[in-house]
């Protein structure tokens, strides 16, 4: 027992993936329900590759809150970010649609990733603006821009690229599946580094890292920059899955992803929590919606139930924790 | 490699008071400099200088005979000094040997070899070993950690930088007496490594049986500097004592008033800082609360007052109770005027009047009377002579000690019983200070009880009827007015509890 104690300490994710487990079982038991066997047998694969690809923006953009937050910062324009980055990407082949256009158009997509979230560092950490309120001001101007680019939904890509990543199923999985494993090997790499280490001294106590040499304000800045540039590959994500973009996706997105990164057990206080997590609590996000979709609820009444949901799994750990203090009195 | 580091005149003001006038201290190689003072002489911000912690006003630092410029703790230790500070600098999230390491991290290519850290960690621990709990390894999170071996970790990180000037502020204040054994041994091993050590400590038979030379500090002026097998304890305490008079009139109270009627009584009071208080306040009383800061002082009023948690007995008027909310000690007539004005006392924002009335606001009515509170905070605030444009105008217009007198005025209002002071002279002008006191004097003349807490003893040999002197959480002497003097009131606070039971025998 005590040995058990000790393992789950300081393993933030664990109350996390019990509850994806439980909310994925309950996802496949009302879509076989809802399909039949046989059906069901046949889809099940295509299913999982949709939803997992339904996912990948949001898990993307979760990863970067969750290092920002994790930096004791936090960044309230990366969902529009993504907008302006998506706007962006959707609208460069009307002449050339070819592979290396593509890349062109890309590697420019990460270049304004980068320089947004170098905007929102500067004014955090040099300007001393809180993030709180920096981003908040700067995601209406991401926002803004994006309405610009592409003022009604529309846009394309090239037809290579989305056939690419919708129809290639690696050693017989989904490409999702394989991004996110490859997500969760550089994130490891990432953590071990240097930085990654500073990152969480930072949002720690700053002003011990700041004691011990620690570049407080070059790190911070430099955090900002790597979140845009992970909103730009969530850009790629979210418009590969339609080949088309709609500028006002990001504002939503946003406070999604805050939510996922704590439901994926990284608290907005900082100095703790990894991208594990968020990847799960993106996927229990998702999945969650998705069942209160099969149960047959009236539309209007959607968001209420699984806003409760959603609420009850964040407020779980602590009551969990409520009692157990009171057992034990 | 030798090291010197000598500091000459070392001069530092934080907004307009003098921190330090004339700091000087020299530290050899080989050696252990032991530098004292009473509260508030500046050995602190001498320490934080000498680390890049503060700038100085003036003055110059000597490293080996070339000047050098200190800008932050990070040049500090470029230059071969490394402190262990007495407020904290480690980052409770991460594990032991991340603070440790950080910033100093082993690498292979971009990553940290972790497990080489691991190791590292393991040998600095083991200079620690079996006086530390078995659950202190490299891996144990720093949040997990009790006082005494946070504090063994921040001595390892500042032997892990290998200074050739160490500096120890206070770092045996939560070590027992087994891990300052450890530590004193350690010192031993560096003195023969040549390195230089400063030890700043209050308590004097760790001074006298580690340091090589004591320099003495007094009112941010360096006043003495002795080997240590030279000069005897009772001479540095007087040397600690400022030799001028008081600046405190005492002529009309050296007589010990009389008093009768206990009002407030405490027996056996603890918290995570006090081990078993026990004392009594009577009616019309100004009983002082005295010793080193942090020793417990404050935790005291506020365990009165209802703000924090605590077990023990607190009777008012003969009849027990345990406030657990400061609405319900309020409603006894218990006041408490906050140490820190800014984050307890006052709303900066708001308007004086506001303030004031804050309080009270109850007695008002709903809807607020406000004809009737502007009278009443105009007749507190004429009282007290707050020195300002309008009532209507923001607390944060005012200066330091006029803010105070409004944080003392909001509680007046209520005309409490029992008033509670926590070290409400801090910052404060001399001349308000002295219009303080003449109230404070007013105040007890009418019966009310007073118990005050302050930092500056000077005050608290002026002007109370008694002191109680506090030491690790106990109260250690009881001074009565007759015995009431700046020289045994620090000896008090600063003799440790052996010697004092010999001395008192």
Same mark, same amino acid.
């Given at each position: 027992?005590?040995?058990?104690?000790?393992?789950?300490?300081?393993?933030?994710?664990?109350?996390?993936?019990?509850?994806?487990?439980?909310?994925?079982?309950?996802?496949?038991?009302?879509?076989?329900?809802?399909?039949?066997?046989?059906?069901?047998?046949?889809?099940?694969?295509?299913?999982?590759?949709?939803?997992?690809?339904?996912?990948?923006?949001?898990?993307?953009?979760?990863?970067?809150?969750?290092?920002?937050?994790?930096?004791?910062?936090?960044?309230?324009?990366?969902?529009?970010?993504?907008?302006?980055?998506?706007?962006?990407?959707?609208?460069?082949?009307?002449?050339?649609?070819?592979?290396?256009?593509?890349?062109?158009?890309?590697?420019?997509?990460?270049?304004?990733?980068?320089?947004?979230?170098?905007?929102?560092?500067?004014?955090?950490?040099?300007?001393?603006?809180?993030?709180?309120?920096?981003?908040?001001?700067?995601?209406?101007?991401?926002?803004?821009?994006?309405?610009?680019?592409?003022?009604?939904?529309?846009?394309?890509?090239?037809?290579?690229?989305?056939?690419?990543?919708?129809?290639?199923?690696?050693?017989?999985?989904?490409?999702?599946?394989?991004?996110?494993?490859?997500?969760?090997?550089?994130?490891?790499?990432?953590?071990?580094?240097?930085?990654?280490?500073?990152?969480?001294?930072?949002?720690?106590?700053?002003?011990?890292?700041?004691?011990?040499?620690?570049?407080?304000?070059?790190?911070?800045?430099?955090?900002?920059?790597?979140?845009?540039?992970?909103?730009?590959?969530?850009?790629?994500?979210?418009?590969?899955?339609? $080949?088309?973009?709609?500028?006002? /996706?990001? =504002?939503? +997105? %946003? #406070?999604?992803?805050?939510?996922?990164? *704590?439901?994926?057990?990284?608290?907005?206080?900082?100095?703790? $929590?990894?991208?594990?997590?968020? /990847?799960? =609590?993106? +996927? %229990? #996000?998702?999945?969650?919606?998705?069942? *209160?979709?099969?149960?047959?609820?009236?539309?209007?009444?959607?968001?209420?139930?699984?806003?409760? /949901?959603?609420?009850?799994?964040?407020?779980?750990?602590?009551?969990?924790?409520?009692?157990?203090?009171?057992?034990?009195? | 490699?030798?090291?010197?580091?000598?500091?000459?005149?070392?001069?530092?003001?934080?907004?307009?008071?003098?921190?330090?006038?004339?700091?000087?201290?020299?530290?050899?190689?080989?050696?252990?400099?032991?530098?004292?003072?009473?509260?508030?002489?500046?050995?602190?911000?001498?320490?934080?200088?000498?680390?890049?912690?503060?700038?100085?006003?003036?003055?110059?630092?000597?490293?080996?005979?070339?000047?050098?410029?200190?800008?932050?703790?990070?040049?500090?230790?470029?230059?071969?000094?490394?402190?262990?500070?007495?407020?904290?600098?480690?980052?409770?999230?991460?594990?032991?040997?991340?603070?440790?390491?950080?910033?100093?991290?082993?690498?292979?290519?971009?990553?940290?070899?972790?497990?080489?850290?691991?190791?590292?960690?393991?040998?600095?621990?083991?200079?620690?070993?079996?006086?530390?709990?078995?659950?202190?390894?490299?891996?144990?999170?720093?949040?997990?950690?009790?006082?005494?071996?946070?504090?063994?970790?921040?001595?390892?990180?500042?032997?892990?930088?290998?200074?050739?000037?160490?500096?120890?502020?206070?770092?045996?204040?939560?070590?027992?007496?087994?891990?300052?054994?450890?530590?004193?041994?350690?010192?031993?091993?560096?003195?023969?490594?040549?390195?230089?050590?400063?030890?700043?400590?209050?308590?004097?038979?760790?001074?006298?049986?580690?340091?090589?030379?004591?320099?003495?500090?007094?009112?941010?002026?360096?006043?003495?500097?002795?080997?240590?097998?030279?000069?005897?304890?009772?001479?540095?305490?007087?040397?600690?004592?400022?030799?001028?008079?008081?600046?405190?009139?005492?002529?009309?109270?050296?007589?010990?008033?009389?008093?009768?009627?206990?009002?407030?009584?405490?027996?056996?009071?603890?918290?995570?800082?006090?081990?078993?208080?026990?004392?009594?306040?009577?009616?019309?009383?100004?009983?002082?609360?005295?010793?080193?800061?942090?020793?417990?002082?404050?935790?005291?009023?506020?365990?009165?007052?209802?703000?924090?948690?605590?077990?023990?007995?607190?009777?008012?008027?003969?009849?027990?109770?345990?406030?657990?909310?400061?609405?319900?000690?309020?409603?006894?007539?218990?006041?408490?005027?906050?140490?820190?004005?800014?984050?307890?006392?006052?709303?900066?924002?708001?308007?004086?009047?506001?303030?004031?009335?804050?309080?009270?606001?109850?007695?008002?009515?709903?809807?607020?009377?406000?004809?009737?509170?502007?009278?009443?905070?105009?007749?507190?605030?004429?009282?007290?002579?707050?020195?300002?444009?309008?009532?209507?105008?923001?607390?944060?217009?005012?200066?330091?000690?006029?803010?105070?007198?409004?944080?003392?005025?909001?509680?007046?209002?209520?005309?409490?019983?029992?008033?509670?002071?926590?070290?409400?002279?801090?910052?404060?002008?001399?001349?308000?200070?002295?219009?303080?006191?003449?109230?404070?004097?007013?105040?007890?003349?009418?019966?009310?009880?007073?118990?005050?807490?302050?930092?500056?003893?000077?005050?608290?040999?002026?002007?109370?009827?008694?002191?109680?002197?506090?030491?690790?959480?106990?109260?250690?002497?009881?001074?009565?007015?007759?015995?009431?003097?700046?020289?045994?009131?620090?000896?008090?606070?600063?003799?440790?509890?052996?010697?004092?039971?010999?001395?008192?025998?």
């Amino acid at each position: 027992m005590q040995r058990i104690r000790k393992f789950f300490k300081n393993k933030t994710f664990v109350f996390p993936v019990i509850l994806f487990v439980v909310v994925i079982l309950t996802n496949f038991a009302l879509q076989y329900t809802n399909l039949g066997p046989e059906k069901f047998e046949k889809r099940y694969m295509f299913l999982l590759d949709n939803n997992i690809r339904g996912f990948l923006p949001l898990i993307l953009l979760a990863i970067a809150q969750a290092i920002v937050l994790i930096n004791g910062s936090i960044d309230l324009s990366i969902g529009n970010l993504m907008g302006v980055v998506a706007a962006f990407l959707v609208t460069q082949y009307t002449v050339d649609d070819s592979i290396g256009r593509f890349l062109q158009v890309f590697a420019m997509a990460i270049g304004i990733g980068v320089m947004a979230g170098a905007l929102n560092g500067i004014f955090v950490s040099l300007v001393r603006i809180p993030p709180f309120i920096t981003t908040y001001a700067t995601s209406f101007v991401f926002s803004g821009i994006a309405m610009w680019i592409l003022p009604r939904p529309g846009g394309n890509m090239p037809e290579i690229v989305t056939t690419f990543y919708r129809k290639t199923l690696p050693l017989g999985l989904p490409m999702g599946i394989w991004i996110i494993l490859i997500i969760m090997l550089l994130w490891l790499m990432f953590k071990n580094t240097r930085f990654g280490a500073h990152m969480y001294a930072i949002g720690g106590n700053e002003k011990a890292a700041f004691t011990s040499g620690v570049s407080v304000i070059r790190h911070r800045i430099s955090v900002h920059m790597i979140a845009g540039a992970i909103a730009a590959f969530a850009a790629l994500a979210l418009v590969l899955i339609t $080949g088309s973009s709609d500028s006002r /996706i990001g =504002g939503t +997105m %946003t #406070l999604d992803s805050v939510v996922a990164v *704590v439901l994926g057990g990284t608290p907005m206080s900082g100095g703790i $929590g990894g991208a594990v997590g968020p /990847i799960f =609590g993106v +996927m %229990t #996000l998702g999945f969650i919606r998705n069942i *209160v979709g099969f149960a047959n609820v009236d539309t209007w009444v959607q968001p209420l139930v699984d806003a409760l /949901i959603i609420l009850l799994s964040l407020a779980s750990p602590s009551f969990i924790k409520l009692i157990a203090k009171q057992v034990r009195k | 490699m030798a090291q010197n580091l000598t500091s000459i005149d070392i001069v530092k003001h934080f907004a307009g008071v003098t921190a330090l006038s004339n700091g000087c201290l020299t530290a050899n190689s080989g050696e252990v400099t032991a530098l004292m003072g009473a509260n508030g002489s500046g050995k602190s911000t001498l320490c934080k200088i000498i680390t890049g912690v503060v700038a100085p006003d003036e003055g110059q630092l000597l490293l080996n005979g070339n000047l050098i410029t200190v800008s932050s703790p990070v040049e500090a230790l470029r230059s071969g000094i490394a402190a262990v500070y007495q407020e904290l600098s480690l980052v409770p999230s991460l594990t032991i040997a991340q603070n440790i390491w950080l910033t100093r991290e082993p690498m292979n290519g971009i990553f940290v070899k972790y497990r080489e850290q691991r190791k590292m960690t393991q040998e600095l621990l083991d200079l620690f070993s079996d006086t530390v709990h078995t659950s202190f390894s490299p891996d144990t999170l720093v949040s997990e950690l009790p006082p005494d071996e946070k504090q063994i970790v921040e001595i390892l990180k500042a032997i892990s930088t290998n200074p050739g000037i160490m500096i120890l502020d206070e770092a045996t204040s939560s070590l027992d007496s087994r891990q300052v054994d450890r530590l004193f041994k350690l010192i031993d091993e560096w003195k023969k490594q040549d390195k230089a050590i400063i030890f700043i400590s209050h308590r004097m038979s760790e001074v006298f049986r580690i340091a090589d030379r004591i320099t003495v500090l007094r009112n941010g002026q360096t006043v003495g500097d002795f080997e240590s097998k030279k000069v005897k304890e009772k001479d540095l305490i007087n040397l600690m004592v400022e030799k001028t008079k008081n600046r405190l009139e005492q002529k009309d109270t050296i007589i010990s008033k009389q008093f009768k009627e206990t009002v407030l009584k405490v027996t056996n009071l603890r918290t995570q800082l006090l081990q078993g208080i026990n004392f009594s306040v009577k009616k019309g009383e100004l009983l002082g609360i005295a010793g080193l800061q942090g020793q417990g002082q404050s935790d005291i009023l506020h365990s009165i007052f209802g703000s924090i948690r605590f077990s023990g007995k607190i009777e008012l008027d003969g009849k027990d109770h345990k406030f657990k909310h400061t609405s319900q000690s309020m409603a006894k007539g218990i006041a408490l005027v906050p140490g820190d004005r800014a984050k307890e006392g006052l709303l900066m924002r708001l308007s004086i009047l506001e303030n004031i009335i804050l309080p009270s606001w109850m007695k008002y009515g709903f809807p607020l009377n406000s004809g009737k509170a502007k009278k009443d905070a105009a007749k507190t605030s004429k009282s007290l002579k707050i020195i300002m444009a309008a009532l209507n105008m923001p607390v944060s217009s005012l200066s330091g000690g006029n803010a105070q007198k409004v944080v003392l005025g909001k509680w007046l209002q209520r005309k409490p019983r029992v008033l509670l002071l926590n070290d409400p002279t801090k910052g404060v002008d001399v001349g308000t200070k002295k219009e303080f006191y003449s109230l404070l004097k007013e105040l007890c003349a009418t019966g009310t009880s007073i118990l005050f807490f302050s930092s500056d003893d000077e005050e608290l040999v002026g002007l109370c009827d008694r002191v109680l002197v506090m030491r690790d959480g106990k109260i250690r002497k009881e001074l009565p007015k007759s015995e009431l003097t700046l020289t045994n009131l620090i000896s008090a606070s600063v003799t440790s509890n052996e010697e004092l039971s010999r001395a008192t025998n």
